[in-house]
């Protein structure tokens, strides 16, 4: 279970299930959740995500991600095969194409994040990683800042430290490849669990608004 926050304040959560794939040799994540009642009167949202990836990030994997807003449903679909993803974006009343990106290396969050955990995260190295969340890829570059000990609850739980930097890459027209500054993202810091199970603890990023934050508040089994 991981809970969110804005500026310090707690503003909501979600259940986060990570089980065996539907193969061997893959992972499937289940994640649902939104603000809390109080940030619910000013953003009525609610998301349920579910994805399968090879155990260490590798492709093919897909994702699909459900969303409720304020003008209705959106529906976010994406499978990725070798350097090419096949998406689409849409409200579910609406009829739109999927989407052909062609990049290398190309992967949606829980491969990436399944990628990364697989590393061998010495300090000082750097990772470059193109992620397509949602819509559109952004190339993420991560930097194994070092060790330290974070707060989970009542456990103190040694912890890698990566900075995080994002930028947006352009994938048609005359710019194509081109790489710029993403809009909203100022800085960012990762936490994961420096043991066996490598597990996300904390995220903090910078953005337009302010400072956000998610971190683990439950996990099981403990250890």
């Not at 990364?116 to 991560?142: A, C, K, M």
């Not at 960012?188 to 956000?212: C, H, K, Q, Y």
Request: net charge positive; aromatic share 8%.
């Amino acid at each position: 279970m991981y809970r969110f926050g804005w500026e310090g304040i707690p503003a909501g959560g979600a259940v986060v299930e990570v089980l065996n794939g539907s193969s061997s040799g893959t992972l499937r994540i289940s994640a649902q959740g939104g603000p809390n009642s109080v940030i619910r009167k000013l953003w009525n949202y609610h998301a349920r995500y579910v994805g399968e990836a090879g155990v260490n990030g590798q492709v093919p994997s897909w994702f699909r991600m459900d969303e409720e807003v304020a003008k209705g449903d959106l529906l976010s679909e994406a499978s990725f095969s070798e350097g090419m993803a096949v998406s689409c974006h849409r409200f579910v009343w609406e009829k739109k194409p999927w989407k052909v990106t062609r990049l290398p290396g190309m992967r949606d969050l829980f491969a990436a994040m399944l990628l990364v955990r697989s590393q061998p995260l010495q300090n000082g190295d750097r990772l470059l990683l193109t992620i397509f969340p949602d819509q559109n890829p952004y190339l993420v570059e991560l930097r194994v800042e070092g060790r330290e000990i974070l707060r989970v609850g009542e456990m103190k739980v040694p912890a890698v430290r990566f900075g995080i930097g994002i930028q947006t890459v352009t994938t048609s027209g005359p710019e194509i490849g081109r790489l710029a500054p993403h809009k909203k993202f100022r800085s960012g810091r990762v936490w994961m669990t420096d043991d066996a199970r490598r597990l996300p603890l904390r995220a903090e990023v910078d953005v337009f608004i302010g400072s956000v934050f998610a971190e683990l508040a439950k996990v099981s089994p403990p250890r």
